[in-house]
C-alpha cells in the first residue's frame, strides 16, 4: 500500500491511517476466524485436541481461544464455504412475487401510476369497507341446511265394509273419511280424504290414521298405518242393519203426512232417542240391535207403541196398525143452519182425560177407536155431545146453539 507524501504533509495522512488501519484489522480477523473454522473442519470428531492445530491468537481472542466476554460453539462461517465444499441441496423453485395488484402490495404501489399507466385520482379516504356484524350473544346461529332428502311416495290405501265379521259386504250408502291421527292446535283432526263409493281407493303418505265410516246411523273408526312401498287394505265391520216403517188403519194406508215414527234404544238403562219424525216408507241404516218404535196417527191419541229387533246385514219392513179414525167438528146456530165461529173446543174422554184443548176452530181431528165428550164454548156458552169413534170410518161431530 502506498501513501502519498502530499497527503501526509497535509496533516490528513494521520487521520487517514487511523481509517486505513481499521479496515486492515477487519479484513484480517475475519480472514483468521475463517480459517480457523476450516482448519476445524478437516480435524476428525474423534481426533483428541493436541493432534489439532493450535488458532493464531488474533485481536480480541483470548489465549485459551475463546472471544473476550464469551466463547462460540458450534460452526460459524462469515464468509461461507467454498462451491466445493458447499452441500448440494434441493433446488426449490423461487415463487414470483405478489402481483402489485394483490391486497399485500396494494399499500407498496402509487395508485396513480401502474406500468406507465395513469390511473383516475380516486378519494383518497375511499368507500367505508363494509364489515360484517358481528352475531350477538344471544342471537342464534343460522343452521346449516338440512340434506335432502329423498322425495315421499304416495301409497294405495283400499278400504271395504261388512255388515259383520265374515258377512256379507256393505253395497252402498257408506260415507269413508280419513283424519290424521294426530290433532292441531284446535284439538281438531285434518280431513285428508273422503268417498262416497262402497270400497274407495286413495293415495296416502305413510304415516298413521283414522279411518271413520258411516253408514246411516251406524258408525266406526279405525287406527291404520300406511307403510312405505307396501299396499294397505283395510276392512272395515259395520254391524249395521236396515228398517223401512209404514202404517196402515184398517186394510188402508192413512195419509203419510199424517204418521211419524220415533225410534229410541235402551243406553245403560236410559232410552235414548235414535230417529224422529220419521216418514212412511223411509229406509233407515241403524246400528244392529232392539228398538222401540213409537207411531203417531195425527197429533192426539192415536199412538202405537211395538219393540223392534234389527239384526246386522238384514232389512226388516215393519208394519204398524193404528185403530183410528178422523174426526170433524161443528157448532151451528141450528139443525142445518150456517158454523158459529170463534169457538173452542175441548174433547175429553169417559173418564175426564183431557184428549185435545183448543182456542180456535177445531175442523178435524184424528182419535183412537173409543167414546168421547166433545165441549164447545161460544159468545160464554158451552154445549156438549157424546160421540164414538170407530176403526177407519170417519165421523162428523154436530152441535146446535139452539139446542135442537
Known sequence: MTILPGVVAGGIAPRMGRILHRALASVLLAVSVQATAAAEDRTPPGAPAA??????????????????????SGRMNLIGPSSSEAPQREQTPRMPPPSMFSPERLDKV?????????????????PAPVRPAAPSPSAPKEAALPPPVAP?????????????????????????????????ANGEHLLVAESTEAEPRFELDPGNYIVHAVYGLASAAKFVTVRPRQPTTQRMVLKAGGVRLSAFVGDAKPPEADVTFTLSRDEGGMAQKVAD??????????PAGDYH??????????????????????????QVH??????????VDRAGGRELGNTSWTILTPGGDVI?????????????????????RHDGRMYQQSFAVKTGVPTAVQLTADGG
Open 51 to 72: 493432534n489439532r492445530t493450535p488458532a493464531p491468537a488474533m485481536p480480541g481472542r483470548e489465549p485459551g481461544g475463546g472471544l473476550i466476554g464469551g466463547t462460540i
Open 356 to 376: 185435545r184443548d183448543s182456542i180456535g176452530a177445531l175442523p178435524r181431528i184424528v182419535l183412537a177407536e173409543g167414546d168421547y165428550m166433545a165441549i164447545a
Open 110 to 126: 402509487d395508485p396513480a401510476v401502474i406500468d406507465g399507466l395513469r390511473l383516475p385520482r380516486l378519494d383518497p379516504a375511499g
Open 293 to 318: 218404535v213409537v207411531s203417531n196417527y195425527g197429533d192426539a191419541n192415536a199412538i202405537v207403541e211395538v219393540d223392534l229387533q234389527v239384526p246386522p246385514g238384514k232389512l226388516v219392513n215393519a
Open 322 to 331: 193404528h185403530r183410528a179414525a178422523s174426526v170433524t167438528l161443528k157448532l
Open 152 to 184: 315421499v311416495i304416495k301409497e294405495p290405501v283400499s278400504l271395504s265394509a261388512v255388515f259383520d265379521e265374515g258377512g256379507a259386504k256393505v253395497p252402498g250408502g257408506v260415507k269413508w273419511r280419513v283424519f290424521t291421527d294426530q290433532p292441531d
Open 277 to 286: 219424525n220419521v216418514r212412511p216408507g223411509t229406509l233407515l241404516r241403524l
